[in-house]
């Protein structure tokens, strides 16, 4: 397969959107991805920057079948679910992916008290897929040509998928909400060995970290990535406090221990 993977970057923050003028260069909204791979559009987590990439984006670019991966059900990932226009589209297929027992816990959450509509609302073909870690899918994005998908249990409160996703020599590892500790430290390596782009929880620089709050540091990142012998790390996921003032001093400080590594920024392109 010669076509390239096209990532944008839609949102970047963890716990909740931020909007102020000190946020505008890496951006406010919280976690979400796409990943353009031959004819499918597969998104990676559905935080506020998902509203964002609804408004024309999947139209412009003429997607009719969307798969959508979810880390699991903190606020922070699925604030776009509500207000993503393709879930009133009738001629959009879309696959929801997330750990056991998401659909209903979603269902419940996307219906009143907390939001006028639900799922049975929505136009689109909507179809849930639930996965225990360990568990591997398949989409087939070409003639004859697949993505391969593979999980792992995060260490996270209440847990998390970290997912990686293969076809033809290309690889992406996902792995937001995940506190580093020696095992999983070990696991992740193994996990994500030799991928091209590992995308990492730096929700805290190294001087702030909470231990036990389910987040790690981009310094943590920097070590993975050579474990693994990724090519290149994505820093994300930002505490929602964090300006850019702030942000841009810890990707130099990162870059100056490790050039492969970079740091996130809402409408960033990434080629593989």
């Not at 003429?62 to 009738?90: A, M, N, V």
């Not at 076809?167 to 991928?195: I, N």
């Not at 990492?200 to 790690?216: I, Q, Y």
Request: glycine residues 10%.
């Amino acid at each position: 397969m010669s076509q390239e993977w096209r990532l944008t970057v839609w949102g970047v923050r963890g716990s909740a959107p931020r909007s102020a003028p000190d946020c505008l260069e890496f951006g406010g909204c919280t976690t979400c991805l796409s990943l353009e791979c031959g004819e499918e559009l597969v998104i990676l987590d559905a935080g506020s920057g998902l509203s964002s990439m609804g408004q024309g984006f999947i139209h412009k670019k003429q997607f009719k079948r969307l798969h959508i991966l979810l880390s699991h059900l903190h606020l922070d990932h699925i604030l776009g679910l509500p207000c993503f226009p393709p879930f009133f589209d009738p001629e959009m297929e879309i696959h929801l992916y997330g750990s056991k027992g998401f659909r209903q816990n979603l269902e419940l959450l996307m219906a009143p008290p907390y939001w006028p509509v639900g799922f049975h609302d929505f136009k689109a073909r909507v179809t849930f897929h639930e996965l225990n870690p360990g568990d591997g899918f398949s989409l087939e994005i070409l003639k004859g040509e697949f993505l391969k998908g593979y999980t792992m249990q995060g260490n996270h409160p209440g847990g998390s998928l970290l997912y990686r996703l293969e076809a033809a020599g290309k690889s992406l590892t996902y792995a937001l909400d995940c506190e580093m500790d020696e095992k999983t430290f070990h696991q992740l390596a193994e996990f994500s060995r030799g991928t091209c782009l590992l995308i990492w929880d730096a929700g805290f620089s190294p001087e702030h970290l909470r231990p036990g709050w389910g987040h790690s540091t981009w310094h943590q990142g920097i070590a993975l990535r050579l474990a693994a012998q990724a090519k290149i790390a994505l820093m994300m996921h930002y505490d929602w406090s964090y300006s850019d003032t702030f942000l841009r001093c810890q990707e130099q400080k990162a870059r100056q221990q490790d050039p492969a590594s970079r740091f996130a920024k809402e409408g960033m392109v990434i080629t593989l």
